[in-house]
T-cell receptor, first 111, second 117 residues
């Protein structure tokens, strides 16, 4: 158990809809990363927050947004969903050496 | 720009044999960190091993070791005495720059390792 909690584990929704994925980092970790993993693909970095502030941005679509709250949990909002957004979405918090500790992921299926 | 390359999409290895998974990286920053992760079929990402760019010795964690060749910019993962449970996808990753609040981690495309009984 990495100590990172993601909810929900599975999500099925229709095209055009909006969903929110939630992440709680490990106790004491200030940093949260979001990654997208499409089927049989590597992990694409989306965005990073540190203590409530956005610190790094990857290839995140304009339809996607994220935030980190004062209690350090983070939410990733995906809107106007398309079939191609179906993927495994990971949240991670960062260890002492900069390594990422991942949650179990949210498997999003857009139908 | 930083980049991670894993050239082996898939590998088959006999149980109990050692296996080396290749990883090369590209960065202009003298300070960076290298990581390996395992992703079994269940989907979770499991952190295996870490190597810092200034570390003098190769990292080891149980049956995992990292063959770090800085001049060649390679960070190969070696798994000794492979087990059936080692069958999984393996990702090499890099944190560019000194550990800071803004350092992101990028991943290679992965190598699917299959262990034959």
């Amino acid at each position: 158990d990495s100590g990172v909690t993601q909810t929900p584990k599975h999500l099925i929704t229709a095209t055009g809809q909006r969903v929110t994925l939630r992440c709680s980092p490990r106790s004491g970790d200030l940093s949260v990363y979001w990654y997208q993993q499409s089927l049989d693909q590597g992990l694409q970095f989306l965005i990073q927050y540190y203590n409530g502030e956005e610190r790094a941005k990857g290839n995140i679509l304009e339809r996607f947004s994220a935030q980190q709250f004062p209690d350090l949990h983070s939410e990733l909002n995906l809107s106007s969903l398309e079939l191609g957004d179906s993927a495994l979405y990971f949240c991670a918090s960062r260890g002492d050496r900069g390594e990422a500790f991942f949650g179990q992921g949210t498997r999003l299926t857009v139908v | 720009a930083q980049k991670i390359t894993q050239t082996q999409p898939g590998m088959f290895v006999q149980e109990k044999e050692a296996v080396t998974l290749d990883c090369t990286y590209d960065t202009s920053d003298p300070s960076y960190g290298l990581f390996w992760y395992k992703q079994p079929s269940s989907g979770e990402m499991i952190f295996l091993i870490y190597q810092g760019s200034y570390d003098q010795q190769n990292a080891t964690e149980g049956r995992y070791s990292l063959n770090f060749q800085k001049a060649r910019k390679s960070a190969n993962l070696v798994i000794s005495a492979s087990q059936l449970g080692d069958s999984a996808m393996y990702f090499c990753a890099m944190r560019e720059g000194r550990y800071s609040s803004a350092s992101k981690i990028i991943f290679g495309s992965g190598t699917r390792l299959s262990i034959r009984p």
